[in-house]
Nanobody, 115 residues
């Protein structure tokens, strides 16, 4: 089981930017899909960005054009650049690593968008 540790969360004003990082305890190369999810109070966890081993990316409409996911298989890290943040982006953000026989989650980092 790979351990995932998120960092980079915090308080930011609307329109601001944050960069989240996810560091893995081992190689992420074998994980077909790495992703970022978020969960706001009272809501279900939702995907906000995912990236395949080959670099293909997917975003929901709610963040498309504002969030960018990147993956460094050599450094075992996955980053999420978040721009033009909105109050509705406030949530705990989780890193995920998925392959057919393993699904690992970090403990999350809180992002608060507020003036």
């Amino acid at each position: 089981q790979v351990q995932l540790v998120e960092s980079g969360g915090g308080l930011v004003q609307p329109g601001g930017s944050l960069r989240l990082s996810c560091a893995a305890s081992g190689s992420i190369f074998s994980f077909y899909l790495m992703g970022w999810y978020r969960q706001a109070p009272g809501k279900q966890r939702e995907s906000v960005a995912s990236i395949t081993r080959d670099g293909g990316t997917m975003y929901p409409d709610s963040v498309k054009g504002r969030f960018t996911i990147s993956r460094d298989n050599a450094k075992n890290t996955v980053n999420l650049q978040m721009n033009s943040l909105k109050p509705e982006d406030t949530a705990v953000y989780y890193c995920n690593a998925w392959k057919a026989d393993m699904d690992s989650w970090g403990k999350g980092t809180l992002v608060t968008v507020s003036s």
